[in-house]
């Protein structure tokens, strides 16, 4: 990964997908969730309506949506 993905790289919401020509792309779950978010957005995210650290709560704080891939604490 040559570019650095910003609020990506600790976001819940994003997995890096490897394309089968080597490329590394960073896709938004939250895209599913949130309108206008864009599935595959334009590094680095510097500001994200829906950056949720990674492991976080939706009871502790971030965004306050649950969505598939959390782990319950």
């Not at 020509?21 to 896709?27: M, V």
């Not at 978010?37 to 649950?66: F, I, N, Q």
């Amino acid at each position: 990964m040559n570019e650095d993905p910003g609020l990506c790289r600790s976001c819940d919401w994003s997995r890096t997908i490897l394309s089968h020509r080597g490329s590394t792309f960073w896709l938004c779950r939250a895209s599913t969730s949130y309108p206008g978010m864009p599935k595959y957005p334009p590094l680095p995210v510097l500001a994200c309506r829906a950056w949720t650290a990674r492991g976080e709560d939706s009871s502790e704080g971030g965004t306050g949506d649950s969505h598939s891939g959390r782990a319950s604490k």
